[in-house]
Structure formats: structure tokens, C-alpha cells
């Protein structure tokens, strides 16, 4: 007897970041299950996009009376969270970030009556910076011992979160994932020639831009190499950092060899003109621009940081050295561009690994597995195939 299909409330950040695109995706991959998926934010996710058979978005409006002196988000979001649990018939809730989406499902949650159950998904940041404030940890550890289920998107974000919230309770890992449907190697071939000559090699960073991003030490890799072969580097995103490379470039004599791309949304078009991503980030959880960069066959040289190591596999998928050690990043980089058969190797593995160990379907299925457990029902067996 085929199971009934669930009534998912999902929160998430709508604009870009990791988070808000694996929220999105993974709302998509239910609704094709034929799940009745329903977004509530204050805005639409900016991966949902056209139209979505069993997709809904019920938008958050903040009140904005005059006694308040800063628009209270939080309450309006709990109680749209409840309002649309008690006329869409919820089964469950999955928030996206501790902060403020599961404290505002668990306040929902009173509102509803316990048959609504609440999911919640640690992405990083809820953790390793927000959790290092007093002020907001124990509303942290009530948000995630008051769910009904926690996933957490790599084992060392599992660990920093039970080692800085003294949590106990059972924490799912649920890595990050890809669509192979989008992500994969793409023809950059005439895209790639606005940029580079045939002859040079092409470097890649995309980030917000923030200082944990350490695109100085981008910088410093490319310099590295430009020193001793003829590459490009194509900076993709913005944020506060930006000007700060922008005059490093400048001081360096590289401003010919580094173009600048701002925000994209074709990622895996932008991803496939490269021969290498750079990733020498202080802290990452995830990493998910790795994983696009896999998808599309692009090798990643990064940094040993957070839950990077559980997604590069060190020699064959790319390459990983202590944070802050450009050197090391330069030496790992000059030898997949020197060697032809070695970047097809690193290719073929990439393609493999993210097919396998990150396939959408899998990752999708071991969320529904979460949902169905959680409503005291056994999920069904589909057997994904990848």
C-alpha cells in the first residue's frame, strides 16, 4: 500500500546562501514525490522560480504598529507558521536554521497542539558564530531540544554543536545536496574564451565575500601560480570583503588576469569553465559551492575547515591543506594544472562522488525517512536510484 503523501511547512532564508538554495531544492524534490509542499518566509525562495505542482508560499507580513520600535519578524513568523499549519492541515514543519525559524516553530507548535511536528535543520552559522553568544544560547538549545528531529549537514557540525550547547539529544546527518538534472558538466567552451585563451588555465572562487571566506588568500594562491603559469581567476559573488581585493589585485599587478563576475544564478555554467575552485575558507560546515564545483567535474583546493574534509576526499577529489597555509594551496594547484591526466582522474571522481554520496534522491529520501519517523510511521523503502 503505497504511503500517504505529507502536508511539509518549510522556513528558510529566501535570499542567497547555501541554506536557502538546499531548503528550496529539497521543497522541489518532495513536491515531485507528490508531497504538498508550502514555503512560509518573507519572500519567495529565489530558487523556486516558474510554477510548482503542489508548491504553495504564504508570505510573512510584519506588523508594523507604532509602539514597536523594531518590526517583531519573529512573532509575525511564528504565528504565519500557525495560521498556515491549522488551515493547510501541516503534518510537519522543517526550519531551516535555529535561529529564529525553530524557536518560532516551537512557539507554532504551542499555538497548533502537538500533532504538528517540527524538523529543524542546523546549516552552520546558527552555530558557529550565533551559539558562541551567551545571550542566545540556551534559546538555542531549547529551539533544538524542543524538536522533534535535528539534522545537521556534516558530522563536524554535529560535533561543534554538542560540544558548544552540551546538546545530547539525537542528531541526523543530512548532507547537502545536488540536482543532477542541473548540476553537471556544461558546454562553457565559448563563455570560457571571454575570459581566458585557450592556453590559460582558469581559477575559480565563489563566496559572500565575508571574512571567514579568506579571499586574500585566494588572491595569494593566484599570485602563486600567475608567478609560474598562464591562468585566470574568476571572482564570483559580492560582499563586504570585495573592496578590500579589489585593491589587493591592484597592488599585486594582477588586475588584467582577475575578472570579476558579481552574483550568478547558472552556477553550474559558470562552475564548468574552470579547471579549479578555491575554498581556503576559516570555517565552512558544509561547503556547498564544493559540491556544485564536484557535480560539474571541477576539482576543489581548499582548507581543512569544519565539514570540507567530509566532502573533498584529499588526493582525489582535490586537495586540502590547514587554513591560512596559501602556500601549500599554490603548490596543490600548480600540480592539477601541470597535469593533465592527473585533472582527469580528479574529474572522474568528482563526477562519481557527488553522484553517489550526494545524490539528491538519497538525501531526499533520508529526510522523508526523518518526516515519516516523526509521525510515528515507517517510511517506505523507495530505494533511490542515482
Known sequence: MKQKPLKIGITCYPSLGGSGVVATELGKLLAEQGHQVHFIAHSIPFRLGAFHKNIFYHEVEVNDYYVFRYPPYDLSLATKMAQVANMQQLDVMHVHYAVPHAVCAFLAKQMVGD????VTTL??????????????????????NESDAVTAVSQDLIAETRSVLDISREIDLTYNFVDPRVYYPKDSASLRRDYAQPHEKVLMHISNFRPVKRVQDVVDIFARVRGELP???????????????QCRIQELGLADDVHFLGKQDEIAHVLSMADVLLLPSEKESFGLVALE?????????????????ELVTHGETGFLAPIGDSHAMAGYAMELLRN??????????????AKTEFCNEKIRSKYEEIYYRVLGQKAEDPSPVC
Open 115 to 118: 500533532r504538528l511536528k517540527v
Open 340 to 353: 593533465d591526466a592527473l585533472a582527469e582522474r580528479l574529474k572522474a571522481a568528482c563526477l562519481k562522488r
Open 231 to 245: 591562468a585566470k581567476l574568476l571572482l564570483v559573488g559580492e560582499g563586504p570583503d570585495l573592496p578590500k581585493i
Open 123 to 144: 546549516h552552520g552559522t546558527d552555530i558557529t558564530v550565533l551559539a558562541q553568544d551567551e545571550s542566545l544560547k540556551d534559546l538555542i538549545r531549547l529551539a533544538i
Open 293 to 309: 564545483a564536484m557535480a560539474c567535474g571541477v576539482p576543489t583546493i581548499g582548507s581543512t575547515a569544519g565539514g570540507i574534509p
